[in-house]
């Protein structure tokens, strides 16, 4: 039998610093708001889908905007990330992918459906919806779709404060587009390591998409 999809959640409510939300939002709102190219290797849109919009904030701009956050990342966030594994965990040495925030305003964007290459994956949702927006994994490893994934999923729904954990190198995922034109959803998404998948695995094609590297 396949190992089904889990996860693991913290309430880091009342442990956030004060007023997380609005400095998230107000970083949120400077993002980097387009469409973006499929993702080489790790893409499992349909071929037709070509590109998804969507926004981001690059790991540089929380770096200097939000230090507290680049903090717990090697940090609280680092030791909870340990709990949820069996291995010892490590953060991205290289700063331009270690934690970013991506963010979905209105009823037209959403997050492209893929795979991770991160052994661990830690998101900390940082906006509650009434509808839409949910983070959806599928059960099926071959599932190449929005429509295959959401035929056997798991669905996890936004909780500000919540972060959680996971491993989905095998489990298909997106995040839905929201309910409401007036909504905007901010999640903070830090990638993990481990002894037996380092960072060195990180496919070259993803870092020369996303950054030009050669
Ligand atoms: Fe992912």
């Not at 959680?164 to 489990?171: E, L, M, P, Q």
Request: aromatic residues 10%; charged residues 25%; contains cysteine.
């Amino acid at each position: 039998m396949s190992r089904r999809f889990h996860w693991t959640t913290f309430d880091l409510n009342g442990r956030l610093p004060a007023g997380w939300q609005r400095d998230i939002r107000t970083v949120a709102a400077d993002a980097d708001f387009r469409e973006f190219p499929r993702t080489p290797v790790l893409s499992r849109e349909a071929p037709e889908v070509q590109r998804i919009s969507r926004g981001r904030v690059h790991a540089d701009q929380v770096r200097q905007r939000l230090p507290w956050l680049y903090r717990a990342y090697r940090g609280e966030f680092l030791e909870l990330a340990g709990l949820a594994c069996a291995e010892r965990v490590k953060a991205a040495n290289d700063d331009r992918y270690g934690v970013v925030l991506n963010v979905q305003r209105g009823t037209t964007m959403r997050f492209e459906c893929h795979v991770d290459s991160n052994p661990l994956t830690g998101l900390l949702f940082c906006t509650d919806h009434q509808a839409g927006g949910e983070l959806v994994f599928a059960h099926d490893a071959t599932a190449a779709s929005v429509s295959a994934v959401e035929r056997d999923c798991s669905v996890i729904r936004p909780r500000a404060g919540h972060l959680i954990f996971f491993d989905a190198r095998r489990h298909p995922h997106y995040a839905r587009p929201l309910a409401a034109a007036s909504d905007t959803r901010i999640v903070a998404v830090m990638n993990f390591y481990t002894e037996s998948c380092p960072e060195s695995t990180r496919p070259r094609e993803l870092n020369k998409h996303l950054y030009g590297d050669d």
